[in-house]
């Protein structure tokens, strides 16, 4: 019996431009609690952003991890917060100065704002609109001492941001580069020994369940180590080729709500114990 429903948001649960979680997914996610599951986001996100993101309900995000899996929750309970080496991220932006079209960014997780971009030259940022905008964004020229949430801010097309993505992980083994989406202009950055894939693994020891009591859903390479953690890995229609080949059960895609009726029949399963409709072969 499924004890553990765990999914991403952007482009998974909640489709591209979407205002947040439908009521359908909302109260899918209720079912499966009502049916003694826990079920959550794991996000790239930082926690604050599940208000707006999840209808502002927060039994929804009471059990699931943010930042890429640097911080995780289990029913409200903080289990980990796993910070970035700031020394390394300090080598990074020097890195990103030379390169010249991508900066570094940190947040606040203890607020949903934007990124405060680090860079040793801050007037080259504003000739690169989608790395920094004035009206949303901040700009420092040292890394804070404590960093859980970071990404990189890049301009250029998906294949530029591959690109980046590789030469980082070469010149930095001791981080982690991913990129979030397909369509959003970033490269994410964690530990190399942290993510989504260990926070997955961290609740299921946690709640003493098999693997094969847990699903996740996602769509994107920073939902990889999460699907690659569990047997019942599931990808949107929308997923990238990489997710959609190595994920073992496969659903619809985002905007048509997929995931609020693989949830749907997950909680049926529970009921009646029975196995889910998507994952009958």
């Known amino acids: 019996m499924i004890k553990l429903v765990l999914t991403d948001l952007d482009d998974t649960l909640i489709p591209h431009s979407a205002p947040g979680i439908s009521p359908r997914a909302a109260k899918a996610m209720h079912t499966l609690l009502d049916d003694g599951a826990c079920v959550g986001p794991v996000s ?15 039994s929804l995000y009471q059990t699931g991890a943010f ?28 890195y990103l100065d ?41 700009v420092s020229t ?21 690109e980046v993505r590789d030469q980082l992980c070469e010149a930095f083994p001791d981080l982690s580069f991913v990129l979030p989406s397909l369509i959003a202009p970033l490269i994410d950055i964690c530990p190399a020994d942290c993510d989504k894939g260990t926070a997955v693994k961290t609740l299921i020891e946690a709640l003493g369940i098999d693997n094969e009591q847990a699903v996740c859903f996602g769509d994107s390479e920073n939902d990889l180590a999460m699907l690659d953690a569990v047997t019942n890995s599931v ?14 059960w496969h659903i619809g895609p985002s905007d048509q709500d997929s995931v609020a009726q693989a949830m749907e029949q997950i909680a049926t399963s529970i009921e009646t114990k029975t196995v889910p409709s998507f994952m009958r072969e």
């Open 44 to 58: 790239g996100r930082v926690p604050k952003a599940m208000g707006w993101m999840l209808g502002g309900d927060e």
């Open 67 to 94: 930042c890429n899996g640097q911080i995780v929750y289990l029913n409200g309970k903080k289990l980990a917060e796993v910070p970035v080496d700031s020394d390394l991220l300090t080598q990074v932006v020097s």
């Open 98 to 138: 030379e390169l010249g079209d991508a900066a570094l960014g940190v947040y606040d997780v203890a607020a949903d704002k934007g990124a405060t971009l680090i860079t040793q030259h801050p007037e080259r940022l504003y000739g690169h609109p989608v790395i920094f905008s004035e009206s949303e964004g901040e």
């Open 142 to 162: 040292k890394v804070p001492e404590r960093v859980i949430k970071c990404n990189v801010h890049i301009e250029g097309d998906y294949q530029h941001r591959c």
């Open 235 to 248: 990808g949107v229609a929308n997923a990238d080729e990489t997710v959609a080949s190595r994920v073992k």
